[in-house]
Nanobody, 122 residues
Framework: VQLVESGGGLVQAGGSLRLSCVAS????????MGWYRQAPGKQRELVAI???????NYADSVKGRFTISRDNAKNTVPLQMNSLKPEDTATYYC?????????WGSGRSDYWGQGTQVTVSS
């Protein structure tokens, strides 16, 4: 299974970015998909997560500014980020709880993307 992120970059405060993540491989079901971020010197933290049936949870710091969605048919999870602040600067990681299936049988694991940098200038 691979998670590939795209859409990071440099933006001024108040601007917007849209991140996207696509999962591929021997996927049977994606149980939940989400975004985490890690700033230098800080622990990785949850940004937003969405379950297969559409239940969403946001970090308090991004509520009202970020919107997560998912396309179950395409195995993608976009994150629309508006009204960006310098404190949103971090590496953003896609995460997915995936049930796989193959000749070996089935299993369930947590997967991470490689990360995409978001930098918000003041």
């Amino acid at each position: 299974v691979q998670l590939v992120e795209s859409g990071g970059g440099l933006v001024q405060a108040g601007g917007s970015l849209r991140l996207s993540c696509v999962a591929s491989g021997s996927i049977f079901t994606i149980n939940a998909m989400g975004w985490y971020r890690q700033a230098p010197g800080k622990q990785r933290e949850l940004v937003a997560i969405i379950t297969r049936d559409g239940k969403i949870n946001y970090a308090d710091s991004v509520k009202g500014r970020f919107t997560i969605s998912r396309d179950n048919a395409k195995n993608t999870v976009p994150l629309q980020m508006n009204s960006l602040k310098p404190e949103d600067t971090a590496t953003y990681y896609c995460n997915a709880d995936i049930t796989t299936i193959g000749p070996w049988g089935s299993g369930r694991s947590d997967y991470w993307g490689q990360g995409t940098q978001v930098t918000v200038s003041s």
